[in-house]
Nanobody, 124 residues
Framework: QVQLVESGGGLVQAGGSLRLSCVASGRTFSSYAMGWFRQAPGKAREFVAAISWSGGSFYYADSVKGRFTISRDNTKNTVYLQMNSLKPEDTAVYYC?????????????????WGQGTQVTVSS
């Protein structure tokens, strides 16, 4: 069974930065694609970023492109989301997810395991 544990969320002012981390256990982390999603109150879950098993391919939602960076360290079984120039509309619970496949996907339904989420709140 895979366990994903996110950390790094918190309260930050608009324009600030946060780095989220997600540590995976229970399966060969380096073999699988990873993604970050978020869900704001009253809204549907939305895709944020994804990275392939090797880290060589990645994809971002238009809303975060140029501000967020996804990366992974397979030696530490960890995927990161560096978030810069944060905006109030980035406020949400952020989830990492693991897909039992090597290629990345923007669709939440294609991910097999999810973390419990970490709250990010951006004040104006």
């Amino acid at each position: 069974q895979v366990q994903l544990v996110e950390s790094g969320g918190g309260l930050v002012q608009a324009g600030g930065s946060l780095r989220l981390s997600c540590v995976a256990s229970g399966r060969t982390f380096s073999s699988y694609a990873m993604g970050w999603f978020r869900q704001a109150p009253g809204k549907a879950r939305e895709f944020v970023a994804a990275i392939s098993w090797s880290g060589g391919s990645f994809y971002y939602a238009d809303s975060v492109k140029g501000r967020f960076t996804i990366s992974r360290d397979n030696t530490k079984n960890t995927v990161y989301l560096q978030m810069n120039s944060l905006k109030p509309e980035d406020t949400a619970v952020y989830y990492c997810a693991q897909r039992l496949g090597t290629t990345l996907s923007t669709q939440g339904g294609r991910y097999d395991f999810w973390g419990q989420g970490t709250q990010v709140t951006v004040s104006s």
